[in-house]
Nanobody
Framework: QVQLVESGGDSVQAGGSLTLSCTAS????????MGWHRQAPGKQRELVAA???????FYAESVKGRFTISRDYAKSAVYLQINPLKPEDTGVYYC???????????????WGQGTQVTVSS
């Protein structure tokens, strides 16, 4: 059983900042990539930032320069710093992890339950 638990969502004013956290727990053998998706009201879920196990992070064009993704490999955690926040950042942010639960197993994707970010102008 694998769980991803997010935290850090809040209602904030535009121009402010937030840090979202996500920790994976359970029977985990290895974690490849971790990332954050966002689902704005009335829109499809979109990838906003991802951090592979090796290499450079990915950012959607709309968030470059404002979002920073980082990982704590020892804690199986991923973080997303957002600064400055804009009203269009409003949405539910979902943590994602591509991981294996046993040796020589193909990786599978797991999702957290989401954390709400609301940005007012």
């Amino acid at each position: 059983q694998v769980q991803l638990v997010e935290s850090g969502g809040d209602s904030v004013q535009a121009g402010g900042s937030l840090t979202l956290s996500c920790t994976a727990s359970g029977t985990i053998f290895s974690i490849n990539g971790m990332g954050w998706h966002r689902q704005a009201p009335g829109k499809q879920r979109e990838l906003v930032a991802a951090m592979p196990s090796a290499g450079t992070p990915f950012y959607a064009e709309s968030v470059k320069g404002r979002f920073t993704i980082s990982r704590d490999y020892a804690k199986s955690a991923v973080y997303l710093q957002i600064n400055p926040l804009k009203p269009e950042d409003t949405g539910v942010y979902y943590c994602y992890a591509d991981l294996t639960t046993a040796w020589e197993q193909a990786p599978s994707g797991y999702w957290g339950q989401g954390t709400q970010v609301t940005v007012s102008s």
